[in-house]
Structures are given as C-alpha cells and as structure tokens.
C-alpha cells in the first residue's frame, strides 16, 4: 500500500515540478541507448567540453599515468586553468569535430559547463577538479545502460555532476542507469610505497599487475574498457583495479564474458590507446605495448593490425597523454572512421582496410587528455548484441 502511495506522490510530484512524469517512461519503443561494440553505425554520440579546464593537483596517483618529463608543470600550476589561449583553441577543434560528426548524420550531445577550478573537502581528502573533456573515462554504455565509473583521482570525484543533465534525460527516457559504488580515494586506495621515480620497477611491477592503486575498495576509469559484443576486453591499471573489475563481473551478469588483458606499459591508464577493437573481427594495436594475451585474438581468427608510428613529435606538450593518440580513432561505422587530418600514415592504414577516414584537427584538444574516442562516448550505435568469439 505505502509503495503505491509513494509511486503516486512521487508521479504527481514530477508533474507539478515540469518534468517528465514517472508514467511516461513507458513510451519509448526504441532503445535511446543502445551501444554492443565500437564499430556498429553511430547514431548519437556525447562530446566532452575543454570549457573552464582546470591543471589537476599533482599526486602519485596522476605522476603514475603521465611522462616524468610533465610533472613540474602539475606542481607548478597544479590547481590552476589549463593556460586561456590553448584553452580558446581547444574549444574551438571540438566545435569543429562536434560539426563535423553532425554532417555524417550524428546527433551530438554536451555535458553542461561547470567550474573545475572550484576547490571541495570530503573527509578524506581535499582537492580541486579538472574538466569534463573525456566522457569515455566516466561513462560506459553496454546495451541500454549507462554506467558511472568510480574514477581513482582526486581531482575526478566530482566530475559526473558535468554529465547528470544527460543521465537524467537518458534515465527518463527508458535507459538503465548505474552509478558504481564511489570510492573514498583514502589514502589506503593508494601504494604509497611505489617506486614512482624508478621507470625500471615500475615496468616489473607492470608485468606482475601491480600498479599505484590498491585493492582498498573498487576503482575503474571506463575508458579501460572495451566492448566487442558479449565480450568485454579490460586492462588492471594504474586507474583500474582488480576490484573494480571484479565489481563489473556481477553486474553485467552471465550475458557477458570479461576478459582481462594485460600490456608491457609502466604509465598503463585507459585501453584506447593500445588496444582497440575497429570492426567484427578485426583489431587495431600499439606496436609498443605488446599484449600478452594477443594469441587469444588470432586463435579466434581476428585480424590483428599494428598502429602505424605516429607523426605528431614526443615534444609536443601532450600534458597527459603519449603521442600515440594517433591511434586513439572513433569508428563511425565498418567502412567510416575519425583520424586525426596530420595522421597521414594511419589514414593510409585505414584506406588499406577500405576504410573512409573522415579527418579533423584537434591538437590543442589533445593536449587536455586524449583523442577522438577519450573525447567521445557513443550513446547509441544501430546493432544488436552478439558473440563474436
């Protein structure tokens, strides 16, 4: 009796306030998420927003993902905005990339625009934010779900609030939405007796699977996932940790088969630039983080292809990321993908697969992060669930 009273209540109360009322979830036939893989055709997609960018703190945590050669410029302005000229330029490429994905007949949608810089206290720590530029890090859409990831720095805690506007429009519109349990980021979430200043046993570590986050309590970065279907591809990280992995078995239920995957790469954070899954049967690899499950993939009968050597210059301030964004692609669908316009050699690599390449420019973008799939998440891909192993 009481939950019929509250779903009544809970129904009127949207009406009075102008929302959409509970009863009208019902009415959407077809899925407004929908996404198996990366490859089948996209038809709605969010982009990230480098607005009111802001340099995160330096910790552990971050110098562990990021080149040894950017840590004084995250204790020097650590806290502060990404500098206002680069910023002015970065908004501007992804304008130009959000265009650009409308003429292929994409919907686009934004996070809203947030203040970063703004400083915040949990009882745990304290610290300020950094942007709202790579949806692919803080949501993952398997199906008709969205899901929330419990991201492991600091400066990201606070990071989905740019995102809630969507989810709730999402959520109202027929979509499961999850939010996985939010970390603490105590200081027991990180190995403070990693070797950070010792590349060497950094890369031993690497191989053994230990990295700067422990197993405290679950963390993953969603961009550490990647979909193929009934299969899903993870790496344990220095943002990713098994518990968190073991935290998606569950949940996504026996549907689904998690495969975790392991690279040589001391600074491991995100799968995208390493790993990534182009097309059914087919999958696009760095040449210098071998996988060492690789034989999984051509016992299967995948083709597996090397990412070509990429052009952009290691002095370029890539702040945290490697060059090797070049690889870092957003297919369209099988036979359309976005390639960085300077990329020349990996748009010859697509054109020898018989695949279109839709080129654009984002350097100034790339430098906040990442490429056009950190910049992205796709909400919904016209497809249906399958095995393709």
Not at 175 to 202: G, H, Q, V
Not at 308 to 330: E, F, G
Not at 363 to 387: M, Y
Request: hydrophobic share 35%; proline share 5%.
């Amino acid at each position: 009796m009481m939950c019929g009273r509250l779903s009544k209540f809970y129904s009127l109360a949207l009406r009075k306030n102008g929302r959409v009322a509970v009863n009208s979830f019902r009415h959407y036939t077809t899925p407004v998420v929908n996404s198996h893989n990366e490859w089948d055709p996209l038809e709605e997609i969010i982009v990230g927003r480098a607005e009111n960018s802001c340099v995160p703190p330096s910790t552990m945590a971050l110098n562990s993902c990021i080149s040894k050669k950017q840590w004084d410029f995250f204790e020097r302005y650590g806290g502060q905005s990404f500098p206002e000229e680069h910023l002015k330029k970065a908004v501007e490429e992804v304008d130009t990339f959000c265009e650009t994905l409308r003429q292929e007949g994409i919907i686009v949608r934004r996070p809203d625009v947030v203040d970063h810089q703004q400083e915040y206290t949990t009882p745990d720590f304290s610290s300020s934010g950094m942007h709202a530029a790579m949806p692919r890090d803080i949501i993952i859409t398997i199906g008709n779900e969205i899901i929330e990831a419990p991201m492991a720095w600091r400066s990201r805690f606070f990071e989905y609030r740019a995102y809630r506007t969507l989810m709730k429009e999402y959520f109202s519109k027929g979509a499961k939405w999850t939010t996985a349990p939010k970390p603490t980021m105590s200081d027991e979430l990180y190995d403070n007796d990693y070797p950070i200043d010792n590349f060497k046993e950094r890369l031993a570590l690497a191989k053994k699977g230990r990295f700067v986050t422990t197993e405290y309590e679950p963390c993953f970065d969603a961009a550490d996932f990647m979909k193929a279907g009934k299969d899903i591809f993870v790496q344990r990280s220095q943002v990713t940790n098994m518990m968190g992995i073991e935290w998606m078995r569950p949940h996504l239920g026996d549907k689904y088969n998690v495969h975790v995957l392991s690279f040589d790469d001391v600074n491991a954070m995100h799968i995208d630039g390493t790993f990534l899954t182009i097309g059914e049967g087919l999958i696009l690899v760095n040449p210098d983080r071998p996988c060492n499950q690789i034989d999984y993939f051509h016992k299967a009968g995948w083709k597996v292809v090397a990412a070509p050597r990429p052009v952009m210059s290691d002095a370029y301030p890539l702040w945290m990321s490697s060059n090797w964004l070049s690889m870092n692609v957003l297919m369209l669908d099988e036979k359309r993908v976005v390639v960085d316009s300077d990329e020349i050699p990996t748009q010859k690599m697509f054109e020898s697969l018989g695949i279109k390449c839709v080129k654009v420019s984002i350097k100034h973008a790339n430098a906040l992060g990442g490429g056009f799939h950190c910049w992205t998440c796709d909400v919904r891909r016209k497809g249906e669930l399958k095995s393709y192993f």
